[in-house]
């Protein structure tokens, strides 16, 4: 019955904004550490951001200063906004809870 389902992905230059979104139970946004990831063509899915169920969130270091993960309980959606995005954040992205299996993911392309 649960699912994910990322959206917000898409074809932008170099600079460029986006925010991604995915609906999720809000009861697993609040008691467990959800998290993104990315994968592109050839490279291992790789988590990106993370927050706890305290709200703490980390980041890799290619993302630090530029991505910002969020959550919206009562929405039941949680939120990756990507600023200055670079060529090599051209992935998919997927959203992941703790027992959910993996959505589809949305495509992010950064390209001039």
């Known amino acids: 019955q649960v699912q994910l389902e990322e959206s917000g992905g898409g074809l932008v230059q170099p600079g460029d904004t986006l925010r991604l979104s995915c609906t999720a139970s809000?009861?697993?946004?609040?008691?467990?550490?959800t998290a993104w990831y990315r994968q592109a063509p050839g490279k291992e899915r790789e988590s990106v951001a993370s927050?706890?169920?305290?709200?703490?969130?980390t980041y890799a270091d290619s993302v630090k200063g530029r991505f910002t993960i969020s959550r919206d309980i009562a929405k039941n959606t949680m939120y990756l906004q990507m600023n200055s995005l670079k060529p090599e954040d051209t992935a998919m992205y997927y959203c992941?809870?703790?027992?959910?299996?993996w959505g589809q993911g949305t495509q992010v392309t950064v390209s001039s």
């Open positions: 927050i706890s169920s305290s709200g703490q969130t």
């Open positions: 809000g009861l697993m946004l609040r008691v467990t550490t």
């Open positions: 992941r809870v703790p027992t959910v299996p």
